[in-house]
T-cell receptor
Framework: DTGVSQNPRHKITKRGQNVTFRCDPI?????LYWYRQTLGQGPEFLTY????????KSRLLSDRFSAERPKGSFSTLEIQRTEQGDSAMYLC??????????????FGPGTRLTVL | AQSVTQLDSQVPVFEEAPVELRCNYS??????LFWYVQYPNQGLQLLLK??????LVKGINGFEAEFNKSQTSFHLRKPSVHISDTAEYFC?????????FGAGTRLTVKP
């Protein structure tokens, strides 16, 4: 299976610690998205990359959050000085998009973060 | 800006009964519409999508949805549900960039 993978699947941390999540998209996909999903809610857009360029960031992405996609392949999402409100499922998705052609976003299984 | 409203947070239904999960959207530009399903502790799986063309879209697992531009709706239907359809269902709207999701509808199929 060459779908989107995310690691770790679960992360428990203490408030104030830094955490980093990794997403490996489907290999030929040029776009990579990060979403956050809290209990009982739909995913909320955080940011997306086209190749290595970060093209859009949501207002939800505070300055404690940073995302990178250094070689246009895998991506990392880092949260510094975690707060209890950061507890959520962090979802990654990828798509192959060119020009006006719209393609489907394929989602990974998510990383569930619990901040104690 | 675009947004999605899923009108029912929970839908209980008996096995083999028909079901409709309702979704309304708002957008100032042409949109693309999606339905995703999420099983417990898993990511989202695409059920179906509307990009253009026929307003009746067929997806996996026997689901279909109809795009109604005048009513800005994209309701999901299945004529006969199974126990295995129990899951959370998300409607989503997208321009060519980011995607906005509804809050989800929890479908519970009872024997």
């Amino acid at each position: 299976d060459t779908g989107v993978s995310q690691n770790p699947r679960h992360k428990i941390t203490k408030r104030g610690q830094n955490v980093t999540f990794r997403c490996d998209p489907i290999s030929e996909h040029n776009r990579l998205y990060w979403y956050r999903q809290t209990l009982g809610q739909g995913p909320e857009f955080l940011t997306y990359f086209q190749n290595e360029a970060q093209l859009e960031k949501s207002r939800l992405l505070s300055d404690r959050f940073s995302a990178e996609r250094p070689k246009g392949s895998f991506s990392t999402l880092e949260i510094q000085r975690t707060e209890q409100g950061d507890s959520a499922m962090y979802l990654c998705a990828s798509s192959l998009t060119s020009g006006r052609r719209r393609d489907t976003q394929y989602f990974g299984p998510g990383t569930r973060l619990t901040v104690l | 800006a675009q947004s999605v409203t899923q009108l029912d947070s929970q839908v209980p239904v008996f096995e083999e009964a028909p079901v409709e999960l309702r979704c309304n959207y708002s957008s100032s530009v042409s949109v693309y519409l999606f339905w995703y399903v999420q099983y417990p502790n898993q990511g989202l799986q695409l059920l179906l999508k509307y990009l253009s063309g026929s307003t009746l879209v067929k997806g996996i697992n026997g689901f279909e949805a109809e795009f109604n531009k005048s009513q800005t709706s994209f309701h999901l239907r299945k004529p006969s549900v199974h126990i295995s359809d129990t899951a959370e269902y998300f409607c989503a709207v997208s321009d060519n960039n980011d995607m906005r999701f509804g809050a989800g509808t929890r479908l519970t199929v009872k024997p």
